[in-house]
């Protein structure tokens, strides 16, 4: 059906990020539909059967429509171009919206589980008819339809909203054969056990809205960026001669399809520093192209034709694998003198280093002295982003 309404309503020959926008919309317009119908036939099985699981069943699906609204919302505002207070687009608006629907999943989990325990205590008979049971299978068939397209078009667009609706539908879809299964039970056993399953339901909501609140949080507190992103740029980056190495990147996340990157590269010294710049602008270019990424790149003169401290630098990358085998140096200089030599460069520490600066420097300065007598380092602790 999806396929069907993207060829009527969304033209061919849109940008990507308008496709993107459409697709949203249109899925979070079909969800609220569809979990309006399922609304309906849930409360009128949950009436006619008295059962208090289907009728909170009925009521998540009530929210759900909400939470396709909320994610409608989203889109539409994420859409909205760039402007004078919000230069870099509005794009975490649909983090946001991914987030309202986690809290909107929490919400009626424990409204049912409440419910459910009051129906334990003051427990009504259950009708365990035909017809509720097939408005729950019925219920069920279109929530998997309804978790394999959003999860589909989630993932291909990389919306977070989306991928929250996925998961809010398989939890629909499990809450309401927890249910079927309890009137099953019923039926053959004459035991009333709806407000137990209530509560199994509740719980399993519970799970899911919160998972998916921490899915929806990390990139609104910033994340690590993507391993193949990073892959990527230094791969196109490095591809390059003139560049003898990369540090110091950092990918700001302004919302799915807005990223934009900073990072150093290493270059000669001794090179023209306009045929330098030429290209780094190429570079950044590039990016662009391939990535869809806006980067800004700092360049960091170093010297690479003095044998010496080439073979300092080499041997102090070893050196530093002391520290945390991640560890990396960079911007590396020899500054000798009478009585000492300096060595100055930074340090990239792991987070998985729990020293502080200062601790960091004095380890790194024991192994250098360990090495070299009377080398002393003038050191900046930087953490990796990446």
């Known amino acids: 059906m999806i396929s069907l309404l993207k060829k009527l309503f969304i033209k061919n020959n849109t940008d990507d990020a308008t496709e993107r ?7 979070s317009s079909v969800g609220i539909l569809l979990n309006i119908v399922l609304f309906a036939i849930k409360y009128f099985a949950g ?69 459910s325990i009051d129906k334990i205590f003051n427990p009504q008979a259950v009708d365990t008819s035909t017809v509720a049971m097939v408005i729950l299978v019925i219920s069920i068939c279109i929530k998997l339809y309804m978790f394999l397209y959003n999860n589909s078009i989630g993932k291909n667009i990389n919306s977070a909203g989306m991928k929250a609706t996925a998961m809010d539908c398989v939890t629909d879809s499990v809450a309401t054969f927890v249910v079927l299964l309890s009137m099953l039970f019923t039926k053959f056993t004459g035991i009333n056990i709806d407000g137990y399953c209530g509560i199994l339901v509740s719980l399993f909501i519970l799970y899911a809205g919160i998972t998916s609140a921490k899915d929806t949080l990390a990139p609104l507190l910033g994340t690590k960026p993507d391993e193949e992103l990073v892959d990527r740029v230094h791969s196109i980056v490095l591809s390059y001669d003139k560049v003898h190495g990369i540090h110091d990147m950092v990918v700001h996340d302004y919302g799915p399809g807005r990223q934009i990157i900073s990072l150093h590269v290493e270059v000669d010294g001794t090179e023209d520093i306009y045929e330098i710049h030429d290209v780094i602008d190429t570079i950044e270019k590039d990016l662009y192209e391939q990535l869809s990424v806006e980067t800004t790149i700092h360049m960091d003169p170093i010297d690479i034709h003095n044998e010496s401290t080439k073979e300092t630098r080499d041997e102090m990358n070893v050196l530093i694998k002391k520290l945390h085998n991640d560890a ?31 601790e960091v420097k004095e380890e790194v300065q024991k192994i250098v002295s360990e090495r070299w007598e009377n080398y002393f380092t003038v050191l900046t602790i930087d953490r990796s982003y990446v």
Do not use: Q, W
């Open 47 to 115: 009436v006619i059967s008295h059962s208090i699981a289907i009728t909170a069943d009925a009521f998540n699906n009530l929210s759900d429509a909400g939470s396709s609204f909320i994610s409608l919302i989203g889109f539409k505002f994420a859409g909205m171009k760039p402007d004078t207070k919000h230069p870099f687009g509005h794009g975490r608006i649909e983090y946001l919206s991914g987030l309202g629907i986690s809290i909107a999943i929490i919400v009626v989990a424990f409204e049912l589980f409440t419910t």
């Open 21 to 27: 926008r459409a697709l949203g919309v249109l899925c």
């Open 328 to 358: 990396t140096i960079h911007d590396f200089r020899i500054v000798p003198g009478t009585t000492h030599t300096n060595l100055i460069f930074d340090v990239v520490v792991p987070f998985e280093v729990k020293m502080s600066d200062d």
